[in-house]
């Protein structure tokens, strides 16, 4: 008999582990629905023990919507709509060691990931994960009501683009001639399944307010790139092999720390197309 479902906080603002999930098994649309509701409160949900082939996995994120292929991370051999994230032992860097959102740089950003490690190192290799439901809440009236009427563009280019290909001849990812977009944003966004405010300006991929330079966005962005990352809005995933992780892009940011050196680091990410987002 399945064990039932049983949903426990990771963190007191951000994230869950839900245990009495098989997805090798059967989710009916009950669990599903279930699953997607834990995801919009928790912006980060956690499965342990999902023992999947990558058709297993793909067919998983496929009941959710339809698969956003990543267009510059290397994909898994066979399996084009999936992307590796891999790390090797003499690697220097990893993907992902600085807070972002995933595809914000698009103009109908990705809904999020679903990340099931395949190899992990012994210790290190964590994911942090940071609730921007949380950061919106904290902000003071005031600066929410002055945030509510911004924009913000977000770029791929200096990340992905032909310069960062240049600056980095050992990078893992690919296609930098497909680094053209640019995209505009509501800075706070209105959640399309949760309906709740959240910040949606990231470290990585916002550039500038719009119609701001750059050099006047700095400073706000910086105060807010610190009120996101506060501890209190966190929560770390500890991965073990065959843990499936789902995030959630318009309400959370994540990072995974380069703090496995010698140790390879292999999970396979499947992205979901998303929405267009609305302001608050
Ligand atoms: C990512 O940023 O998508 C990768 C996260 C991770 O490897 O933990």
């Known amino acids: ?11 007191a603002r951000c994230g869950a582990e839900i245990h009495g999930v098989d997805i090798a098994g059967c989710v009916d ?13 928790f912006g980060v949900i956690v499965l342990r023990g999902q023992v999947l082939s990558p058709e297993q996995h793909l067919a998983f994120a496929e009941r959710w919507g339809p698969v956003n292929v990543n267009r510059f ?9 999936i992307a590796e994230v891999r790390k090797e032992p003499d690697d220097e860097r990893n993907i992902g060691n600085d807070w972002h959102t995933d595809h914000s740089y698009d103009q109908v950003p990705a809904l999020g990931s679903m990340l099931l490690a395949r190899e992990v190192p012994h210790s290190g290799g964590d994911t942090l994960f940071a609730s921007m439901y949380a950061a919106c809440d904290d902000l003071s009236d005031g600066l929410r009501e002055t945030l509510k009427r911004l924009r913000a563009v977000h770029s791929s280019r200096h990340v992905f683009g032909a310069e960062a290909a240049r600056d980095d001849p050992a990078t893992r990812f690919a296609n930098p001639e497909l680094a053209t977009q640019d995209a505009v944003h509501p800075v706070l966004i209105r959640h399309p399944d949760s309906g709740r405010a959240a910040l949606y300006v990231n470290p990585v991929f916002t550039v500038r307010f719009d119609g701001w330079s750059v050099e ?4 706000l962005l910086d105060y807010l790139y610190a009120q996101g990352a506060r501890a209190e809005h966190q929560c770390r995933v500890r991965w073990q092999p065959d843990t499936l992780a789902i995030w959630d892009n318009r309400a959370t940011w994540h990072r995974a ?8 680091r292999v999970m396979h990410r499947i992205t979901l197309e998303g ?3 609305p302001g608050i």
Request: aromatic share 4%.
């Open 73 to 81: 991370f290397p994909r898994v051999p066979g399996h084009p709509s």
């Open 257 to 264: 720390p380069n703090d496995y050196p010698g140790q390879r």
């Open 216 to 219: 006047e966005s700095r400073g």
């Open 1 to 11: 008999m399945r064990e039932a479902l049983r949903i426990e906080p990771l963190a």
């Open 275 to 277: 929405v267009a987002l």
């Open 29 to 41: 649309e009950t669990l599903l629905r279930r699953l997607r509701e834990a995801l919009a409160r």
